[in-house]
């Protein structure tokens, strides 16, 4: 694996594998790899020659007070994690290489934002975007892929592509869970093990609720106090917001008569857990 750092020299790296006449692919992440990044990069190498994973822990996505500080950094494990994958190319750029102090230019993606993480999370999203958009143009790849994990981004992802012109294929790929249905996420290390046990509720009454739906219960407000009441009833939790969403537009549904997402962020412990669901009334395929 070839691991680069500077801007310049991983454009030329791209294009000479794309001159080669490989199609090439980009997974972005924040390093910390598990399993299901490894996910996300199996899929980028069914689907391409080449495959360039990012590896930037990217701090204009966290907002003050957040773990930016914390937030696990594994490089070595990472690049072997990697190597071991078949990955052709990491671009692990420095923050002063990704956003000199001088920049001044962000990227906003209007009203994709305005819900579910993004009011707890102000400017999470316009970070995203702008580091997003930065990745296509050092990295301009034919395909990348994004998690379903992180729906809202993969939504947002989406829309900037399609709306700045940005000639890469956006790729989603399912979420990859603990056997207990709790979704892999670099963050599930600052569960301690009582919260880690508690962790899986979340799924669970995700899940409860996809089933519910599928035999005839469709209004959100009855699937909702549902997966609200299994979350309490697991243990002491914060749940910032679950809802249901059109699974295109974001925007909030009463009754599920569309495709929809059901979209939680939930607070156990010091550990912001988000997870969501596909639902349009037939039953959960776990
Ligand atoms: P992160 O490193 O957490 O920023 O994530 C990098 C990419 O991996 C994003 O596209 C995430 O949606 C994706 N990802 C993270 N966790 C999972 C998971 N459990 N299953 C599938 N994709 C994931």
Redo the contacts with the bound molecule.
């Keep these: 694996v070839e691991v680069i750092t500077e801007i310049e020299s991983c454009r030329s790296a791209i294009q000479a594998a794309k001159g080669a006449g490989l199609r090439t692919a980009l997974?972005?992440?924040?390093?910390?790899?598990?399993?299901?990044?490894l996910?996300?990069i199996q899929a980028a190498r069914q689907r391409a020659g080449h495959v360039a994973v990012s590896?930037f822990v990217?701090p204009t996505q966290f907002c003050p007070g957040e773990d930016f500080a914390k937030y696990p950094r594994a490089l070595e494990k990472d690049l072997s994690l990697c190597r071991d994958s078949n990955v052709d190319l990491v671009f692990a750029p420095s923050v002063d290489a990704m956003f000199p102090v001088a920049a001044t230019t962000t990227v906003h993606v209007a009203r994709l934002a305005d819900g579910l993480c993004g009011p707890l999370r102000p400017g999470h999203f316009d970070g995203v975007a702008t580091v997003v958009t930065k990745l296509f143009q050092i990295l301009p790849v034919d395909l990348a892929?994004?998690?379903?994990?992180?729906?809202q981004?993969?939504v947002i992802?989406r829309h900037l592509a399609r709306d700045l012109n940005v000639p890469v294929e956006i790729v989603g790929?399912?979420?990859?869970?603990e056997p207990d249905g709790l979704?892999?996420?670099?963050?599930n290390a600052y569960l301690g093990p009582s919260e880690r046990r508690q962790a899986g509720s979340l799924s669970a009454a995700l899940f409860a609720a996809v089933d519910r739906a599928a035999g005839g219960e469709l209004r959100s407000a009855a699937l909702l106090a549902d997966i609200r009441a299994r979350i309490h009833a697991a243990g002491p939790a914060t749940i910032e917001y679950v809802e249901v969403v059109d699974a295109e537009t974001l925007e909030s549904l009463r009754v599920i008569d569309r495709p929809a997402r059901i979209c939680l962020a939930v607070r156990i412990g010091n550990c912001r857990l988000i997870d969501n669901v596909a639902v349009d009334g037939r039953p959960s395929t776990r």
């Design positions: 997974v972005p992440t924040m390093g910390a790899l598990h399993s299901g990044h996910a996300l590896i990217n892929v994004f998690g379903e994990k992180d729906y981004q993969l992802v790929h399912p979420t990859v869970r979704a892999l996420s670099s963050r």
